[in-house]
C-alpha cells in the first residue's frame, strides 16, 4: 500500500533535503530553518510552493555568502506574509495562523537575533564601520 503525502508535506520533506545540503559550519539560520521545518511537518502543517522557493534561495544565497541570515529571514517574512492573506482569502484559518506565526518568528529574529549575529561575524574593520554608522 502506498502512502500519498499532501503536496504541502512532501514540499517540507524537499526543504529537508535542502537543509541538509546546504547545511553551513557556522550558520545559524539553516539550523533554525531546519528544526522548524521538521516540528512543523511531524504537526502536520504544510509548506506552500512560494515559501519552498523563496526559502530554499534564501539558504542557497546564506550557504554562499551572497545574503545575510538577517535579509533571509527578513525575506520569508514577505513570503509568509503572501501566504498568511491568501490562506486567509479561502477561508484556511489554521494555515493562515501558521504562515502568521512564520511573520513573526522570521521579524523578531531577523531584527533581534540574526542581525546581531550577522554584526558578530563581519570582518575587524568591517565591524568597526558598521559600528560606527550604528551607534
Keep these: 500500500m502506498t502512502i500519498s503525502l499532501s503536496p504541502g508535506i512532501a514540499r517540507r520533506n524537499t526543504l529537508e ?3 541538509n545540503t ?3 559550519q557556522g550558520s545559524v539560520y539553516i539550523p533554525a530553518v531546519h528544526c522548524i521545518n521538521q516540528t512543523l511537518k511531524s504537526c502536520n502543517v504544510g509548506l506552500s510552493s512560494r515559501s519552498l ?10 550557504y554562499k555568502g551572497n545574503r545575510t541570515e538577517a535579509a533571509a ?3 520569508e517574512c514577505a513570503a509568509f506574509t503572501r501566504d498568511t492573506f491568501d490562506a486567509l482569502a479561502v477561508g484556511h484559518f489554521v494555515d493562515a495562523l501558521a504562515s502568521a506565526s512564520g511573520v513573526i518568528m522570521n521579524g523578531v ?8 549575529y550577522d554584526r558578530e561575524r563581519l ?4 565591524k568597526a564601520l558598521y559600528d560606527m554608522m550604528h551607534p
Design 73 to 75: 529571514s527578513l525575506r
Design 22 to 24: 546546504y547545511a553551513t
Design 17 to 19: 533535503s535542502v537543509t
Design 109 to 116: 529574529g531577523s531584527t533581534l537575533y540574526f542581525a546581531n
Design 123 to 126: 570582518s575587524p574593520h568591517a
Design 53 to 62: 522557493a523563496s526559502i530554499t534561495d534564501n539558504i542557497k544565497n546564506v
